[in-house]
């Protein structure tokens, strides 16, 4: 079984910046992709940003230039930095791990999900 961790998060004035962190712990050989999506009360979930184990990053049109996502390997660790924020990011924030295992020499990836952590931007 896999664990994600998330912490940060919390309520900040419109303009201001917070930052959140995810740490992956249990069984897995390694971890593939790793992201943070949000969900909004009455709206469906939807991909932040993303992150490949190599470092490759993708982000929503709506975040690009204020967010930035990282990931530290040796920590199993994703961090989301998210600047000059918006009400409208205001939502739950998800941390989401591509994690594979291996079994009798057969390789599994699976997703895992956080929590959740509530962010909150007021205006």
């Known amino acids: 079984q896999v664990q994600l961790v998330e912490s940060g998060g919390g309520l900040v004035q419109a303009g201001g910046s917070l930052a959140l962190s995810c740490t992956a712990s249990?069984?897995?050989?390694?971890?593939?992709?790793m992201g943070w999506y949000r969900q909004a009360p009455g709206k469906q979930r939807e991909l932040v940003a993303g992150?490949?184990?190599?470092?490759?990053?993708n982000y929503s049109d709506s975040v690009k230039g204020r967010f930035t996502i990282s990931r530290d390997n040796a920590k199993n660790t994703v961090y989301l930095q998210m600047n000059s924020l918006k009400p409208e990011d205001t939502a739950v924030y998800y941390c989401?791990?591509?994690?594979?295992?291996?079994?009798?020499?057969?390789?599994?990836?699976?997703?895992?999900w956080g929590q959740g952590t509530q962010v909150t931007v007021s205006s």
């Open positions: 249990g069984n897995f050989f390694s971890i593939n992709a």
């Open positions: 992150i490949t184990s190599g470092g490759t990053t």
């Open positions: 989401n791990a591509d994690c594979r295992s291996v079994l009798a020499g057969l390789t599994y990836d699976h997703d895992y």
